[in-house]
């Protein structure tokens, strides 16, 4: 556990373990004493209890020595909480970070996007949050950096990775029906491999596994799947099993219609989800992905839709 992964990270890990051993401490001496007293000062014959008044050295000794616990946990806290929270350098790398039922999603500099966090070691990143719909946290327990995303509130932290790795990143505020699906992970380069990566806007992140429709990977990269199924279970939306050339009843301005889902229907329900809302399902829970699914992608989507049928 005790391992400085970031600038701060050893920070946080001595205030733990500095709170940690006042608590082992003093568990082991009360229960030792009451174990004393027990013993001691039982009930005996011919034994007379005394009445003790009161004693104001002892009263001053447990007065003022859990202050300075008190206070020296402060210290520990705040030394740990302040460099997570202070400005960040002029030269950091900086990353908008975005959150939504139920994923996260990251955009460099460059303008290029993906949905697991890849960042060069022994630089400075700033994550710039900002949440669409509802209270999200980010949190990367290897880093112990954790930060609520308030829609409306955007922020921002920074950090230093210490050497490569990938370790965790998911959200810690619950958010829904979904919630335990909005993970991810933080991958730390090695500078020189990082820059390879950066630079190289020919390749897209949203690579299909082999045996996986390109579709399909797109709107698992998205977190599609979190909300609609391809087996016709019932999720937070409509399934996509047998969704092509379906007839489906829709709420369009307060008015039900029929529509025939289509070329048409799917791209207006991406890019604007709240335009047709199918009979039955709530308004609202989606939001629009018209920043994050580019033409040709929608149509990697349209082409694997069909195919389910």
């Avoid at 401490?25 to 005394?50: D, P, Q």
């Avoid at 950091?92 to 993906?114: D, L, P, Q």
Wanted: net charge neutral; glycine share 6%.
């Amino acid at each position: 556990m005790y391992k400085s992964l970031t600038n701060y990270s050893d920070k946080v890990d001595d205030a733990f373990l500095f709170i940690l051993s006042v608590i082992v401490f003093f568990f082991v001496a009360i229960s030792i004493t009451i174990v004393v007293f027990l013993v001691k000062y039982r009930a005996r014959e011919g034994r007379v209890a005394k009445q003790i008044e009161g004693n104001n050295m002892l009263e001053v000794i447990w007065t003022v020595i859990p202050l300075i616990l008190v206070l020296v946990m402060f210290y520990f806290g705040w030394r740990g909480w302040k460099p997570m929270f202070s400005k960040a350098p002029k030269d950091a790398m900086v990353i908008n970070t975005t959150s939504r039922m139920w994923n996260f999603g990251f955009e460099y500099e460059n303008g290029k996007r993906t949905d697991t966090l890849y960042i060069p070691a022994n630089k400075a990143i700033k994550l710039d949050l900002e949440s669409i719909d509802v209270i999200h946290s980010i949190y990367i327990p290897a880093f112990r950096l954790k930060q609520d995303m308030v829609p409306g509130d955007n922020k921002s932290v920074w950090f230093i990775a210490n050497e490569p790795g990938r370790h965790d990143l998911f959200c810690t505020e619950y958010c829904g029906l979904r919630h335990s699906y909005m993970y991810t992970a933080v991958v730390v380069m090695p500078e020189d491999e990082f820059n390879e990566w950066y630079v190289d806007t020919t390749k897209r992140e949203i690579q299909a596994a082999p045996g996986v429709h390109p579709g399909l990977a797109i709107m698992q990269a998205n977190a599609c799947n979190t909300c609609h199924s391809l087996d016709g279970s019932r999720l937070v939306g409509p399934s996509y099993k047998g969704l092509w050339g379906k007839e489906e009843v829709v709420v369009t301005n307060g008015k039900k219609r029929t529509i025939v889902v289509d070329e048409e229907y799917i791209r207006r329900s991406i890019w604007e989800p709240n335009a047709d809302i199918v009979d039955g399902y709530n308004k609202g829970l989606m939001q629009s992905y018209k920043d994050q699914i580019t033409a040709a992608e929608m149509d990697s989507i349209i082409v694997f839709l069909k195919g389910l049928n």
